[in-house]
Each structure stands twice: as C-alpha cells, then as structure tokens.
C-alpha cells in the first residue's frame, strides 16, 4: 500500500477533519519544549473516543506505523518528539472530566485533560489536586502519567503515581485493559498501573485515568531564604521539616534569581545578596504553627546557615514568591540550556553536591551554570545555558561530554539520571547509569509484550537497536 492509500485508511478511522498533515501542524505536534531533534511526523490523528484510539492503533499494527502519544507537549525529555515519520495522536479532544466521585474523592479524567483543568475542578469541590509544576497550563494528565511526573510539592504529596487509583489503557496489541478498578485495596497480583505509570507510552496509551483528591491545604505560606553556600541548604532542610510539616523545600541559585528578577515582572524577595536561596512552603493553620516557622528562621540565622529571608503574609505575597521559583524554566528557555534532572536519596545530597560542583566548575569554566530544584526531594536541575553566539549542535555536543562524568558521579551515589522529566530521547544513551543491564533486559522484555510490533512511541526509554 502506498503511504497515501495508508494515509486514506487511517482517516476512515477517526471523526472527518482530524487527520492533519500540513506543514504548521506537523512542526507544532512534532515536538516537546527539548529542541535536540527536528519534527518530521508524517501525520497527526486526534481521536475522540477509546474506540478511535483501538483503531488506530490496530490500524498501526496492521501497516507497522509507529505511533506517538501527544499530551501538552511540554516535556523536556523528547519523550514526545516524533523525528522520524511516526504518527502523532494527540488526546487533545479526549479532554472532558468524565465522573467525580465524592465519597471515593475520586475524579475520572480523560487523558487530554489539562493538569490545572483537574486543580480547578478539585478546588470546586472543596477539594485539592496536589501534582503541580510550572507547566500545569498546559500539560496533560495523559503526559503526566506517561511520565510520572513530579513538581513542587512532592517532599509533601509524593509523584503522579500517588495519586492514580486506576487507568484504562489501550495496549500496543489494541487491547483495552481496565487496571486496579480505582480499588484502595487490591491483591490480586501484578499492579500492571503501576507499570503504565512512567511508561512514556510505550506499552500503549491511557484512555482514562482515575485520579485521587486530597484535602484542600489550610493558609499555605511560603519563606524564601538566602543562604551563604551550598553547605548550608540542607541543615535548613532538616531544621524546619524537625519541627513543620513541609509542603515544599526547593533552592536556586543567585543566576537563577537574577534570570527570573531581570524579566522585570518579579519582586526581588530581599536586597542581601545570596549565593542559593531555598523556598519552603507549610500549612499556617494555626498561630503556633506560624511562631514554630519563625522561631526556626531565628535559629537558622544564629547558625549562620541564614542570611536574611521573608515569609508570605498574603496570598499574592505567597504567589510572588513561588513565581521566583517557578518562573526559571521558562525563563532560561531562552538560552537553549542543556538539562540535566539528576536524584539521589536526600541523605546523600550534600556529598553529591560538591562532587557535582566540583566537575561543572572544572569543566564548564566559560559556560553559564544554573542551579534550582527540589532539593528536598533529593532532586536537582542543573541546566548549562548555551552562549548566544554558539552554534546549538556544537553547544550540545560539548555538554553532553561533562554529562558522561556527572552521570558517573550519578552512578557512584546509586542515583537517577531522571528524577522526573522522564528518559525520552534525550537520557536513552545513559540510561545505563540507572538501571543495570539485567534490569534493562527484563524492561524490554515487558515491552515486547505489550507492544510485540514495536509501534509504541519507538526510540524512548531504549536507543534504537
Ligand atoms: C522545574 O522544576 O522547574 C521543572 O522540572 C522544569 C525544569 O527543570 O526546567
Ligand atoms: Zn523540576
């Protein structure tokens, strides 16, 4: 069959109009936030029921088409970057919040379903959708499945598996599975959601996904506080989590504060100049609550782990603050950063740390270094930002050369070469400083089963063979 008749099949499957092949659409679908590699889907399909998805990715099979699963597209891994003729199916119309159950505090979503569409609507209830990031605008709870995604308030609320109670998947064979059934309790073998769960869509695609609810935080509050050294951010750390219930603990550093102040939009949060600044965040729900935070900010100061530093007293205060931190991303976009999203246990973060520092000063001398993260989760970002004048290839031809001893240094702790942005296609030649090659080969085994023809987003996770 030629490509076209392949093509005239595909949009017998779908609603008229919702197979896309021009040039505008291509570029846009094509791509995530990395810009490593060129879009070049051959299509984009945008079904609009479980059924549609089954048929098209039946009809994939039948013509070894290789499918590639399209949420908000903010992913900086390529995990949802189709570069080589792949077709893109986007769940952009499978948006609807479909069921709220309030007993069970439960909400079932279609996968197309925007992260902040799901906080709007558990705060309608009363209730609290705890997964957040700076991208919630536009990701997709699909995305955030296929990825595990984490954010800013995971120290508190832990990772999107958390919060799955069930999903309904269509496999790579087409078949739809109904897995956990949304069931608090269930043991009755393999937790085959729980595999879906960070899979980056290569078993095969979420249809529907139960998500849980919590209880809506009681007068969060925030600090943003100076420190003096790297050293001196972890002993904060465990300060306050000895005496508050954190429901945050991020840092950057004095570049990333600088970056984000400069768009001219966010209040500097004090004039003492500091080298790293950590965020904190926890329920004010009583006075007590409010003295013991400060009573720990007086203590941090004596120690000399302090500079200076403010806390929240409204809700727009509270916001002004979390922009410092949330608005880095995008912020450094601009630079074309190389990314790195490395973990290791907290315990071990201030050893990885200088060992980190040691090789990024040693071998980025002439490059920018920007540091931020959630470093109470263990979990830091490191982005190199590209010189205007460098040619992008080149940049990232260089980076990658440092990455190899960062992620040897990642090894030797027994840490994560992705904490939370996923392997895609840009961690998939490193994948093997986390995993060891037993582990890997059990992995691919798992996909072969799922996915016998290899048509399910090809090339992540695992280097082409
Ligand atoms: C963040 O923590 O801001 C996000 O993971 C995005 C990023 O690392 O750039
Ligand atoms: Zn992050």
Known sequence: MTHTAVLDELMTLVDP????????????YGKDWTKHFPPAPLAIVFPKSTEQVQAVVRWANAHG????????????????????????????????????????????????????????????????YPVDFASSGSSQIGGN?????????????????NWVAGLKV????????????????NATGYDLRQLFIGAEGTLGFVVEATMRLDRAPRNLTAMVLGTPDFDSIM???????G???LTAFEFFSDKALAKVVG????????????????LLEFEASSEEVASDALATFEHCVEQGWVLDGVMSQSETQLQNLWKLREYISETISHWTPYKNDISVTVSKVPAFLRDIDEIVARHYPDFEVVWYGHIGDGNLHLNILKPEQMEKDLFFATCAKV????????????????????????????????????????????????DPNGIMNPGKIFAPE
């Open 403 to 450: 990455n190899k001893w960062v992620f040897e240094i990642v090894e030797r702790y027994n840490g994560s070469i992705s904490a939370e942005h996923g392997v895609g296609m840009t961690k998939r030649d490193y994948l093997a400083y986390s995993r060891s090659p037993a582990e890997i080969a059990y992995m691919k085994a798992i996909k072969q089963v799922f």
């Open 170 to 185: 269509v496999t790579g064979k087409g078949d739809l599975l109904e897995l956990n059934k949304d069931l608090i309790k």
């Open 65 to 128: 088409v290789a499918l590639v699963p399209s949420g908000g597209r903010t992913g900086l891994s390529a995990g949802a970057v189709a570069a080589n003729g792949e077709v893109v199916v986007s769940f952009d119309y499978l948006n609807r919040i479909l069921d709220f159950n309030a007993s069970d505090r439960t909400v079932a979503c279609q996968p197309g379903v925007v992260t902040r569409q799901l906080q709007q609507f558990a705060e309608e209830q009363g209730l609290y």
């Open 17 to 28: 109009g919702k197979v896309l092949t021009d040039a505008a659409s291509l570029e846009a």
């Open 263 to 278: 768009r001219g939009d966010v209040p500097a949060p004090f004039d003492t100049p500091c080298p790293f600044y950590a």
């Open 145 to 161: 499945i296929g990825t595990n995604a984490g954010g800013i308030k995971v120290i508190r609320y832990g990772m999107t598996r």
């Open 235 to 241: 002993p904060v750390l465990h300060a306050f989590q």
């Open 243 to 245: 005496k508050l219930d």
